[in-house]
């Protein structure tokens, strides 16, 4: 009976603000990568199509993944500059790529001029982007220079719905493919890897800091205000929340003091809720907003795989509360977002449909249908 009062703890700020994050992040990297898939349609640019995962691909991103942190678990202190350099290049591009639409219906809004300033490159470049990326890349310094939670978050975020944007699913075979495998790689990673190399490796990646070249470049050239830049990062391949939220834990504290969630906790479901999403879209044939999806509620798939997502993350966490342990969240996030889409479309006789993907059409084919 006490280990169930326990639970109440899942009531307090950060707990409930890591849940809500995650299935809005979640919704929103779906939401994205289907309105990604119709401006690439619309503007019949397919330079930055979408890559589309096969049954090969699929099977080997647990294995790629597996020797990636193996790499972290015995290398990380000896390329976790190269990786925090890396990592800010790409949080550039996706921070860019995730604001782009709002700096777009600001300028409709307001109509605001946006004069080109480059044409030299493969696609134009107004000066609108211009201060967009601007702004990004000054986010990412900010970043490097603080390492607060709150931009490590916006960065990860960022990273998160980029990523769901630009890799997809092409029915729930694959789909079913990639989650059960991912489903036996974080079992496996979190519960049966200290039997092997003496440590949970996946705890121990991603608990480590990675050394901030920024300070390490500063100190070298002996640089006035050092002491502002902080020696440690928590890479944005995870959300963190302080356990003390309201009391505003400082960066650079132990991340013991944090709760956190793994971006493919929240990407690879969200690859899930972008299949079916672009799903429903393609069986209504309607226009998607926000506001279709809610007056349409009982039709859709989305709205059995999001609250089942919702429940298995706080399965993952009330489990996690009452054993005292870390959980791998995809043994409880799989079964709760696939489970349902796959016995509601089995009912509603989509189960073939969604299984083999004929109801997703290749986009210059899509793009010559709208044409004619």
């Known amino acids: 009976m006490e280990s169930l009062w326990n ?19 979640t919704f929103a990297s779906a939401f994205r990568a289907l309105n990604y898939g119709k401006e690439m349609e619309r503007n019949r640019d397919f330079s930055e199509a979408s890559i589309t995962l096969d049954s090969s691909q699929a099977l080997m991103i647990p294995v ?29 591009s996706s921070l860019f790529f995730w604001l ?30 211009a201060l967009l990326l601007v702004a990004c890349a000054t986010t990412v310094v900010a970043w490097l220079i603080s390492g607060h939670w709150l931009l490590n978050n916006l960065l990860g975020i960022s990273i998160c719905i980029a990523f769901v944007s630009h890799v997809r699913l092409p029915n729930i075979r694959i789909c079913a493919m990639l989650l059960v495998c991912l489903f036996v790689y974080d079992i496996f990673w979190v519960f049966f890897s200290e039997r ?20 390490t470049v500063a100190d070298s050239l002996n640089l006035p205000g050092l002491q502002l830049i902080t020696k ?47 799903f429903d879209h393609r069986k209504s044939r309607e226009v998607v907003s926000l506001y279709d999806l809610k007056s349409s509620k009982g039709h859709k798939y989305i709205w059995y795989a999001l609250p089942g997502y919702a429940i298995g993350l706080v399965s993952a966490l009330a489990a996690g509360v009452l054993t005292h342990s870390p959980q ?45």
């Open 7 to 25: 639970l109440l703890y899942l009531l307090e700020p950060a707990p409930a603000t890591l849940i809500v994050t995650a299935v809005s992040v």
């Open 64 to 92: 790629v993944s597996s020797c990636s942190l193996l790499l972290m678990f015995y290398l990380f202190s000896s390329v976790s500059q190269l990786l925090t350099a890396f990592t800010a290049i790409a949080s550039v």
């Open 196 to 215: 092997f190399f003496g440590a949970n490796v996946m705890v121990t990646v991603a608990t480590q800091q990675a050394s901030n070249p920024v300070h």
């Open 100 to 129: 782009s639409p709002y700096a777009m219906y600001v300028k409709s809004q307001f109509g605001l001029s946006d004069p080109f300033v480059s044409r030299c490159c493969s696609k134009s470049f107004t000066r609108i982007q």
């Open 328 to 372: 791998p969240a995809l043994l409880y996030l799989v079964p709760s977002t696939l489970g349902p889409v796959i016995f509601m479309s089995w009912r509603r006789k989509d189960l073939a449909e969604l299984w083999e993907g004929s109801a997703v059409s290749n986009p210059v084919e899509k793009s010559h249908e709208i044409e004619i």
């Open 232 to 278: 440690k990062l928590e890479l944005p391949v995870k959300i963190v929340f302080p356990r003390n939220l309201l009391g505003g834990v400082v960066p650079g504290v132990s991340a013991s003091d944090f709760m956190m969630l793994g971006l493919g906790d929240m990407a690879i479901p969200a690859m899930l809720l972008a299949l079916v999403l672009c």
